[in-house]
């Protein structure tokens, strides 16, 4: 079993910036990607970035060129730099990992990350 555990959501004026960490504990060797989902009140969870053992990477096209998802696989943790701020980008944040193998997933519990002046 693999709990993931979030940090650094809030509150930032647009073109502030935020990071996220992730820190996954338990049996967690398995793990391949690590990533962020979104998911804002009366939307669906959408993809922000997703980031694998090997350090490949992948972004949603919104937040290309501002966040970089990044990786320290000897700690277990996945952060995700936020820079230049929207209003838009107010959501809940959710941290997820999955195993290479079983195909399971993990889901952190979710942080709230609020743009505005």
């Known amino acids: 079993q693999v709990q993931l555990v979030e940090s650094g959501g809030g509150l930032m004026q647009p073109g502030g910036s935020l990071r996220l960490s992730c820190a996954a504990s338990?049996?967690?060797?398995?793990?391949?990607?690590m990533g962020w989902y979104r998911q804002a009140p009366g939307n669906l969870r959408e993809l922000v970035a997703t980031i694998w053992r090997g350090g490949n990477t992948n972004y949603a096209d919104s937040v290309k060129g501002r966040f970089t998802i990044s990786r320290d696989n000897s700690k277990n943790t996945v952060y995700l730099q936020m820079n230049s701020l929207k209003p838009e980008d107010t959501s809940v944040y959710y941290c997820?990992?999955?195993?290479?193998?079983?195909?399971?997933?993990?889901w952190g519990q979710g942080t709230q990350v609020t743009v505005s002046s």
């Open positions: 338990g049996t967690s060797f398995g793990i391949n990607a």
């Open positions: 997820y990992a999955k195993e290479s193998v079983s195909g399971t997933e993990y």
